[in-house]
C-alpha cells in the first residue's frame, strides 16, 4: 500500500554518465516527482534538468526537506558524505555500486538507515537483467561457479580498481547465488594501461563447500560477460551479452529428443528489457510500502567487503612480486 497520499518526491544527485539516464527514469513515472537533479558541472545540471522537466542545482545540501528519495550518482569517494547527509534529513537511498569506499562507511551508513527507518538500496544492476531473473527459479545450492566480465578499454571507471568497477558485479551475483560465507579468498591481479588493477581473478572457497572462480578484465580485444552455475541436477549458462541461457539437466525418463543421451538441453533468449528501469521501480516501490529493497544496504555493504578482501589479496601479491 501508497503510504504517500502524493507522488514520490524524488531526486538524482550527480548527473554524468549514470546520473542521467537515472533521472530520465524517474522523469517517465507516473507515481514518482522528479523534484531535481544535482550536478557540480552547472552547465550539466541545466541540460539534464531541461530534458527531464527538473530543477538544476548544484548543492545537493538544497534539497533538504525537499524530497522524499534519490539516487546518489556520484563519484564513489562522495557516497558516504552525500548519502550520509539525506539519512539525517529523512530521506530513502539508491546508491550506485559500489555502496562506499570502504566497508566501515557502508556499516555506519546501514546503521544511520535503520536509526532513522530509512532504506538504502544500492545499484547492483545486473540482479534485474532478464536473464538473472528467468533463472532466479532455476538456481538451487550451486557447487561451482565460473564469471567472465570482459570489456574493451574504455577510459571512464579507470579511476577505480577492475573490481570495483565490474567485478563487484559477478561479486554480488555470486554472493546471491551462494548463500554462505566465505572461508578462502586468493587473488591475483595487475595494472596495465591505468594507474589501478585492469585485469583480475579471484578464487573463493564457501563455508558450504561451493566454489567460485571470477575474472574481471577492462583491457580485453572483445566484450563478454557470461557467468556458468553448476548444481547438482544441473549447469546453466548465462550470456548478459546476447541475452540468453543455456540450462542443460538430467532428461525425464522418456524423453527421448536429447542431442546428448540423458541430458535435455534448453536454450533460451531475451529482449534487451531495461534493467535500469527495472531497478528504479523496484526501488520506488520499496519506498513506497516501506519493504525491503531488493538490493539492500547489507547486501551492497557484504559485496564491498568481498571487493576490498580481493584488492588486498592482490596488492599482497603485486607486493611479493616487486620483492
Known sequence: M????????????????????????YASLDNVDLIAVVDTNEVQAAAVAEKVGARACTDYRELFGQVDAISIAVPTPLHYEVAKAFLENGVDLLIEKPITTTVKQADELIALAASNQRIIQVGHLERFNPAVVAVRDLVHD?????????????PRGTDVSVVHDLM??????ILHFIKSDISFC???GTPLVSDSVDIANAHLVFANGAVANVTASRISGKTERKIRLFQKDGYISIDFANRSITHIRQASEGDDNCPIPGMHIEHRTFDQGDALMAEISSFVYAVETRGEPEVSGQMGRNALNLAVDIISQIDIAMARIRG
Open 186 to 188: 586468493h587473488a591475483l
Open 168 to 173: 563487484i558485479h559477478d561479486i554480488d551475483l
Open 142 to 154: 550451486p557447487v561451482f561457479i565460473e564469471s567472465n566480465r570482459l570489456s574493451i578499454y574504455q
Open 2 to 25: 501508497n503510504t504517500y497520499k502524493d507522488k514520490i518526491r524524488a531526486a538524482v544527485v550527480g548527473v554524468g554518465y549514470l546520473g542521467k539516464w537515472h533521472a530520465e527514469k
